[in-house]
């Protein structure tokens, strides 16, 4: 196995924590806990002290005093370590995993029983509460971490060796996760683990979580700043430049990357290979693959695999391959191969899409107990044709049964969209999204939230409302576009939580980077209309302009209204009627009294009384479209707009 490879960001962390100032909450859990520090076992709720942790500042003075103690540790000769001051920076360190790992080597080569005792009950207490916040099986269920160095040390400390260090990106830029790719020695298998620092970073900048990401924080900022020294970063820096379609760039990359380490980089190259040109020789690519499989790195296996099925001349490729197959399925723990395949064959990113082989690969998959797998399978044939709606619903009843947390949520939501449900089904619904819940599934935690809202769970009016606001919350968090949406129209609105303008337009932005064409048109409305936010009609227009591609008919309507008077664009009448004409054929009710009032008023279009009054009887619902049908009927006056 290759040696590990520990990131530390704890130099970069330190540069930001310089560019802001500690806020003081002087009361807080967080500083209340560290003041008087009791015992691992008296401490308080961990999510809860790390909330306080993140909102009195108590994060940004753990970063300057974690550069200093790092001063003292250098200066000072292990068989001396004794005479730090253990016991004073356990208070500033609380959730520093790396000062634990110093401190319990200390203690056990000093032969300090008590304190090595004490200071692994507080380690074990971080431990147990990280693992509280997901399962680090998905980007979405990652663990919540301070450091990169805290990743290797929870696997370390698990007793897996560090094969390789991922960054991804995801959610179009706006969240920014880590995963480990493990070995574990005593069963020779591998396998990955999802983690996430993005609440610490967004501490440190103090800047609200999630809400960094939506100005490219992590795009624009923190991976060009570490791409150089980092070949987890050079990595996704090379995935940036082919964003913004620049291949050439991201050969580079992947090459700085592949030279530093990065076994993830030599699957990269080869897929960039496959879809443009390349300077780097063919050969030297797939030695590089090769390499990366020979030292037991799953994705490469599979990637290679892969190539092979879509080379293959032979009538059945999965057949002819699956000794290949089975053989990395012994090795891996993170899925099954057969899984991976089928995904790639479903999206059609580096070959014509197939279906039918992709649905085989998912069946052997799910024979095997992936319960993923047998979810997906049954929601791939009933999207292929392969099975009515009717009897999609009782086969992943069935599988929710045996346990699979997505079948769980699906099924949950098929029986959510009927309208009569019992109270009895209602019960039912929330057992399933409750057995989802424990994967951390997103959609689990909206539909629970909608649940709650729709008064189908809980009991009083006051539980609800907070059940529903908490549960849309963790999906939002976990950039699920349709709990963005909803949020954003919460705190627009007022209902569930105070009204909060400037909130709510974030999160509508937020998600607008989703595609969310709801979201756009709502955060344009509120730019267009300076609705608790500053007016600026440039930005509606991008965001009208967005929505209204998509088809969305009230974005439409508003881009054609912006066309029309010059609003965060030069005045464009012909392409304003174009759009008028569009969103009125779809029964917009403001469109259709914009082109009444355009052929009746005779200055942007010739004038048409015939053809005004057409318009303006389908814009009944208008408010002064009556008056212009009155003025011509009985011409007098002039129209207003």
């Known amino acids: 196995m290759p040696a590990v490879r520990l990131l530390l960001l704890l130099g970069m962390v330190g540069l930001m924590a310089c560019q802001s100032k500690p806020t003081s909450t002087a009361a807080s859990l967080y500083s209340q806990t560290v003041r008087n520090l009791p015992a691992a076992t008296e401490l308080p709720d961990y999510q809860q002290l790390y909330a306080s942790y993140l909102n009195d500042g108590g994060v940004l003075q753990q970063v300057a005093d974690w550069r200093d103690f790092q001063q003292q540790l250098k200066q000072t000769d292990f068989a001396q370590c004794l005479q730090l001051p253990w016991q004073e920076n356990l208070a500033k360190q609380l959730f520093n995993l790396t000062f634990y790992r110093y401190a319990t080597a200390c203690f056990a080569e000093q032969q300090q029983t008590a304190s090595l005792q004490q200071f692994t009950a507080y380690r074990d207490y971080i431990r147990r509460g990280i693992s509280s916040t997901g399962n680090g099986l998905h980007a979405y269920s990652a663990w919540q971490i301070n450091t990169f160095a805290d ?11 560090v094969q390789d260090f991922q960054v991804e990106l995801a959610a179009n830029g706006n969240a920014l996760y880590y995963s480990l790719q493990l070995y574990d020695p005593k069963t020779q298998t591998f396998s990955a683990r999802f983690y996430d620092n993005q609440r610490f970073l967004h501490a440190v900048e103090q800047v609200p979580f999630p809400f960094v990401g939506m100005f490219d924080g992590w795009q624009n900022q923190m991976i060009p700043q570490n791409a150089d020294s980092s070949a987890a970063m050079s990595a996704i820096m090379g995935y940036v430049q082919l964003q913004e379609q620049k291949p050439a760039e991201a050969e580079k990359w992947y090459l700085k990357a592949i030279a530093a380490g990065s076994l993830e980089a030599t699957v990269l190259l080869d897929q960039l290979a496959l879809k443009y040109a390349v300077t780097t020789d063919k050969q030297q690519i797939q030695d590089y693959l090769d390499d990366a499989a020979d030292r037991h790195y799953v994705p490469a296996m599979q990637w290679i695999v892969y190539q092979q099925v879509l080379a293959s001349k032979s009538p059945d490729p999965i057949a002819h391959l699956q000794w290949k197959i089975d053989q990395i399925n012994q090795l891996s723990r993170a899925g099954s191969t057969e899984f991976a395949l089928a995904r790639w064959l479903l999206n059609g990113q580096y070959s014509k899409p197939a279906p039918e082989l992709a649905i085989r690969l998912m069946q052997k998959a799910a024979a095997q107990g992936d319960l993923a797998a047998a979810a997906y399978t049954i929601i791939a044939k009933k999207e292929y044709g392969q099975l009515t709606k009717a009897e999609m619903a009782p086969q992943l009843q069935q599988l929710a049964d045996a346990g699979g947390t997505e079948a769980a949520y699906l099924y949950a939501s098929e029986l959510m969209q009927r309208k009569d449900l019992s109270a009895a089904e209602q019960q039912q619904v929330f057992r399933y999204l409750q057995q989802a819940e424990k994967a951390f599934h997103p959609e689990a935690f909206y539909l629970l939230g909608y649940g709650y809202e729709m008064a189908w769970f809980g009991t009083s009016t006051t539980q609800r409302q907070a059940a529903a606001l908490a549960y849309y919350q963790k999906a939002a968090e976990r950039f699920y576009a349709r709990a963005m949406f909803r949020l954003g129209n919460v705190y627009r609105q007022g209902d569930l939580a105070t009204k909060d303008a400037n909130l709510a337009s974030q999160w509508f932005l937020l998600c607008s980077r989703q595609g969310h064409t709801g979201c756009a048109y709502n955060a344009a409305v ?11 009609q440039a930005t509606a227009f991008r965001l009208f302009s967005y929505a209204a591609q998509q088809g969305y008919i009230p974005a439409v309507n508003r881009l054609a209204l912006l066309y029309l008077f010059g609003l965060g664009t030069e005045v464009n009448v012909p392409k304003a009627v174009e759009l008028l004409q569009q969103a009125a054929d779809s029964g917009n009710v403001s469109a259709n009294y914009y082109l009444g009032w355009l052929y009746f008023d005779g ?11 057409s318009y303006l009887q389908n814009a009944k619902g208008h408010p002064k479209a009556q008056q212009l049908l009155q003025q011509i009927d009985t011409p007098t006056g002039q129209p207003a707009h």
């Open 151 to 161: 990743a290797a040390e929870l696997a370390a400390l698990d007793g897996y060796e």
């Open 603 to 613: 200055k942007h279009l010739p004038q048409d009384l015939v053809k005004a009054k």
């Open 526 to 536: 509120m730019y267009d209309d300076g609705e608790g936010v500053p007016k600026d």
